[in-house]
């Protein structure tokens, strides 16, 4: 199994530029999420997704946008790219909680995305 | 305030020294979950508790419910254990979302 997949792993974006990083999982969970993570800072969730076509913002979501047209894929948009968007970011997923001490419910992550806005 | 809130933030110790990074949270939870980033690496997951204890190997994760805490104690460390170490917890109040600890970078000395 190749668990969660991203890509691309590095980029160097400048400054109104646009780009998607892409996320693939093949566990067939139902949820996906995408994080940023800053230097000291906790992860940020920036957007959700419990299923196919339905997304959900999280904390930090302005500056980007996400679809999931599949059970697999979970594209984040970046659009107009600024400096505060430099950061790490991670896709992850997980079963909705089944109870107990299932090894369904781990989250699973990305090797992560680094960005770089200049 | 977070939700997550771990310490020590840095801790540095000698190889074979017996650790322990703490981690207490403010909101009701299905499970606490301890992860492992090393330097420019991935995260994954070491354990996923929701009462009790776990082990394995040199790793032991504790949680009290009652008192919203939980422990990750490495015995024997070794520099290969160098890493940050995140705890989230997951809530059923909030649609099953994560909420993510500020990290412990760990330095383990030979």
């Known amino acids: 199994n190749a668990g969660v997949t991203q890509t691309p792993k590095f980029r160097i974006l400048k400054i109104g530029q646009s780009m998607t990083l892409q996320c693939t999982q093949d566990?067939?969970?139902?949820?996906m999420y995408w994080y940023r993570q800053d230097p000291g800072m906790g992860l940020k969730l920036i957007y959700y997704?419990?299923?196919?076509?339905?997304?959900d913002k999280g904390e930090v979501p302005n500056g980007y946008n996400v679809s999931r047209s599949t059970t697999e894929d979970f594209p984040l948009r970046l659009e107009l790219a600024a400096p505060s968007q430099t950061s790490v970011y991670f896709c992850a997923s997980s079963y909705p909680w089944v109870g107990g001490s299932s090894g369904a419910n781990v989250l699973t992550f990305g090797a992560g995305s680094r960005l770089t806005v200049l | 305030k977070n939700e997550v809130e771990q310490s020590p933030q840095n801790l540095t110790a000698q190889e074979g020294e017996f650790i322990t990074i703490n981690c207490s949270y403010s909101v009701g939870i299905s499970a606490l979950h301890w992860l492992q980033q090393h330097p420019g690496g991935g995260i994954v997951s070491l354990f996923m508790?929701?009462?009790g204890k776990k082990k394995h190997g040199r790793l032991i994760a504790t949680i009290n419910i009652q008192e919203k805490h939980s422990s990750l104690h490495i015995t024997a460390s070794h520099p290969r254990d160098s890493a940050v170490y995140i705890c989230a917890v997951r809530s059923p109040n909030t649609g099953n979302q994560f909420y993510f600890g500020t990290g412990t970078s760990l330095t383990v000395i030979p």
């Open positions: 997704s419990v299923g196919a076509g339905i997304t």
């Open positions: 566990m067939n969970h139902n949820y």
């Open positions: 508790l929701s009462s």
